[in-house]
């Protein structure tokens, strides 16, 4: 259902585009969904950091306000998460998923932040 992509291994201050693509969601579902990226890290329980509602309007984190931008191309069926100003402690697994009425998860993409 979800396929999520862009993670990598990068240094601090370094930015990333995490890409979330919903090929088997149909479009006027894809677009009224909240859209959400969530990250767990090792020993951690799944956290919401950013969430885009009718393409719009977005919340984030606080841990990573002003440094990530959610976004999404409805052409596409796919939910970005830019990221940038990286920290050590953005070392996760990322996930996508509706905030709501959610679907089975994808594997979710890595994200590791060295100093």
């Known amino acids: 259902h979800l396929v999520e992509s862009g993670g990598g291994l990068v240094q601090a201050g370094g930015s990333l585009r995490l890409s979330c693509k919903a090929p088997?969601?149909?479009?006027?579902?894809?677009?009224?969904?909240?859209w959400g990226w969530y990250r767990q890290a090792p020993g951690n329980q799944r956290e919401l950091v950013a969430t885009?509602?009718?393409?719009?309007?977005?919340n984030y984190a606080e841990s990573v306000k002003g440094r990530f931008t959610i976004s999404r191309d409805s052409s596409r069926k796919t939910v970005y998460l830019q990221m940038n100003r990286l920290k050590p402690e953005d070392t996760a697994v990322y996930y996508c998923?509706?905030?709501?009425?959610?679907?089975?998860w994808g594997q979710g993409t890595q994200v590791k932040v060295f100093s």
């Open positions: 998923n509706r905030c709501t009425q959610e679907v089975p």
């Open positions: 088997r969601t149909i479009t006027s579902v894809f677009n009224s969904a909240i």
């Open positions: 885009m509602a009718g393409g719009r309007d977005t």
